[in-house]
Structure formats: structure tokens, C-alpha cells
């Protein structure tokens, strides 16, 4: 071609406008000359279908580049941003190697550098994607990010500021692998997405994707899915109920992602409620009505069973030696909260134990009335004379 050409399909799915109406002749112009230094341009706004990704294609000298453009209002975090993985996906699928992405910020009155969307901008500049015209509308240029931890305490950072924000989790496993608690619904997925191809940039260890399924027990859309997996470097995992009630009924030691996952949605990021600990390789999800006790129950069904072992007020976040030493009963949680420790220990390994736990009390955050139930089931078997108060 001996000019650049733009191919735009011209109809919003919900919106009754035309991106002919807001790609003006004047932002076109802009966006050719910034992708291929030329002013002159073709192009066609196909009616056919809707136009997924916000995309405008220009094909040029053999490369084909794809840009995607911001809302034209800026609305919530979920509208503004769901339109773009789906670009990315596109980005992905293109067989042409000679290609490129571009973001392309169109005129808005609302706020472009709230935390979350600079979060995202991040993410979109780590899996590749180039800014046409941050400068005239951000007043801080965009950064990559450089390391996956980066990426996991600005995510939580992020949460902080928002608790109604409970959509993907990133973590780290016990062996070191990055894990991705993605829920699988409404504007959840398109995240998940656009966190699996920004780490797949920089991940040096392996990473799992847990695919967290609710309602019709839906995945990633097929296309995301696909992509992800042609990566090479992401490991999908499929929750869902059957495979949680296959788990629980062949192990008393349930290791389930949805478990896990509750976890995070009800306490946040890892971190030992008995000392602090903060490396995610060393924390772990604890039961506190252990699983083996309710698949004992007799008066529960076995739909009832599995609930109480996945559910995420039976749960606290525990280092691994913290852990061991509630599932072998040497320090218990009181019904009130209060941690104690067996009175008939030796001194030496009591010291050890009062040196490494920095608190005496669980948090009242966590001790909701829920997670106290749990711990009645837990403490009938045991005779509060035997404990006595940590301090």
C-alpha cells in the first residue's frame, strides 16, 4: 500500500454512535502520522459486526499495527479498561509477525491517573503495548514493570486503597511460583488477562493461573484462553466444585485453590497472623476446623462438608512453622482469640517459640463470628488446662 490504511469496524455493541462520529479526520491524521510518519491516509469503517477491542487496524509497508483507544468518557475502573485486553488478545492472534500495539488516549473530561488505571497502564507498557499521547494527557510518563514482585505489591497496594476492589489475586507458592486467582466473570476476566500477558513478559519462574469458576462454571473466554496457552510459560488450572469435592473426599489435607482464594478475598495478601511473616513462600493457609474432623461430622452432607472445608472464615494465614505448630496442637487459639501455648513444654523449646510469635492475639478483623465458630468445632476436643496464655 502505497499509503497507510485504516480498517475500523465502525459499531459500539452497547452504544447506538459510530466510532465514525468520534474518529475524527483530525485524530486520524494524529494517530497515522505518530504509528507511521505519514499524514495521508485511506481508510474504511466496516458496519459489519461490532468492534471488539476499541481497535483501529493500519496496515503499512507489510506491518500491521493495532490500536486501541480509551473511552471517549471516562467512566469506572471496569468500563474504561475491559475493551482492552480484548486488543491485546487480537494483538496476539495476528499471524503477521511484522506487527505492533498502540494506545491512543481520545479527549475525556474524566480522570485518566486514578491509582488503578496507572496500575494498569503499567501492565499494558510490561506486555508491550507503546503510549501514542501520554504526554498530553498524563502528567507522569508510564513505567514498565521490571520484576513480578513489583507488580504483586502494587496490586495489593492498589486493593488497599479500594476493598471493594476483590477481583485478581498474584501470589507466590511455597516453590516459588507465581500464582494468578483470577475469577473467570464480568470484568474479572479481562484483567486476568491483561495480568497473564504483562508477567509472561517477565516472569523468570514458572506461573499458574487459576481459573476461579462460579455461576455456569464459565473459563476465560476462548480466545484469551487459547492465547495464554500458546505462551508456553502459563499453566491453566480449572476450579471448580467438582474438582474441589474429588480433592476433599480422597485427602484430609486439603491444598484447594478456592480455599486459598477465599483466603485472599477475606484477609488480603499472605501474611502470619502469629508473626508477621510477609514472604509469601513461607505462608500458608491453615485451617482452624481441620479438614479431617469435618469429614467426621455426621450431621453434615457431604455439599456441607465441602463448604466448611473451602470456606474462607475457616481459614488463616500461618508461616510454615507457625503452621506446623497448630496442626500438632503445641500452640491453640482460645475461643476470645488469645494464642496459648501447651504448658508441659521444656523451656528451651518454649523460649523458641514465645522468640518467634510477635503477638498473643488474634486481630479482631480476623476474629469474626464466623472464624470463632471454627474455633469452638476446633477446641472441644481439647482441655483448656494443658494450655496456658503466650506472653
Not at 488480603?268 to 514472604?279: A, D, H, L, R, V
Not at 485451617?287 to 488463616?316: C, F, T
Amino acid at each position: 500500500m502505497k499509503k497507510p490504511h485504516f480498517i475500523i469496524k465502525n459499531k459500539f455493541q452497547k452504544r447506538r454512535e459510530l466510532y465514525s462520529d468520534i474518529l475524527t479526520p483530525i485524530i486520524l491524521k494524529d494517530v497515522c502520522e505518530r504509528v507511521t510518519g505519514c499524514r495521508d491516509y485511506t481508510y474504511e469503517f466496516n458496519d459489519t459486526g461490532y468492534n471488539e477491542g476499541r481497535l483501529a487496524i493500519i496496515k503499512y509497508k507489510g506491518r500491521t499495527n493495532f490500536i486501541s483507544f480509551s473511552e471517549d468518557r471516562v467512566m469506572g475502573r471496569n468500563s474504561s479498561f475491559q475493551s482492552f485486553p480484548t486488543a491485546l488478545v487480537r494483538y496476539h492472534q495476528e499471524e503477521n509477525k511484522n506487527k505492533k500495539i498502540f494506545f491512543y488516549f481520545l479527549p475525556s473530561s474524566g480522570n485518566y491517573e486514578t491509582p488503578y488505571f496507572k496500575f494498569i497502564y503499567r501492565l499494558m507498557k510490561t506486555a508491550g503495548v507503546e503510549f501514542l499521547n501520554e504526554d498530553d494527557f498524563l502528567t507522569s510518563r508510564i513505567h514498565f514493570f521490571t520484576a513480578v514482585d513489583d507488580i504483586i505489591t502494587s496490586r495489593d497496594m492498589n486493593r488497599g486503597r479500594n476493598r471493594s476492589n476483590q477481583s485478581t489475586y498474584l501470589t507466590r507458592g511455597s516453590d516459588n511460583t507465581i500464582q494468578i486467582y483470577g475469577k473467570t466473570y464480568g470484568a474479572s476476566k479481562y484483567e486476568t488477562t491483561l495480568l497473564c500477558l504483562a508477567l509472561s513478559k517477565i516472569a523468570t519462574t514458572g506461573i499458574e493461573l487459576y481459573e476461579i469458576r462460579e455461576g455456569n462454571l464459565r473459563i476465560l473466554p476462548a480466545p484469551a484462553r487459547e492465547v495464554i496457552n500458546n505462551l508456553g510459560t502459563i499453566k491453566i488450572i480449572s476450579t471448580d466444585l467438582t474438582m474441589e469435592r474429588r480433592e476433599f473426599e480422597e485427602n484430609d489435607s486439603l491444598r484447594s485453590p478456592r480455599y486459598i482464594f477465599n483466603i485472599l478475598e477475606r484477609l488480603g495478601p499472605k501474611k502470619c497472623s502469629f508473626c508477621n511473616c510477609e514472604i509469601p513462600q513461607l505462608v500458608e493457609g491453615a485451617h482452624i476446623w481441620p479438614v479431617a474432623d469435618i469429614k467426621r461430622e455426621s450431621n453434615l452432607s457431604q455439599a456441607q462438608k465441602l463448604e466448611k472445608a473451602i470456606d474462607g472464615n475457616n481459614g488463616i494465614w500461618l508461616c510454615q512453622n507457625h503452621h506446623k505448630l497448630l496442626d500438632f496442637h503445641i500452640l491453640t487459639i482460645s475461643n476470645e482469640g488469645e494464642l496459648k501455648i501447651q504448658s508441659n513444654l521444656d523451656e528451651i523449646s518454649s523460649d523458641f517459640i514465645k522468640d518467634i510469635t510477635t503477638t498473643n492475639q488474634i486481630p479482631d478483623t480476623v476474629l469474626t463470628s464466623q472464624f470463632v465458630g471454627y474455633l469452638e468445632k476446633r477446641n472441644r476436643a481439647f482441655q483448656d488446662s494443658h494450655y496456658q496464655i503466650l506472653i
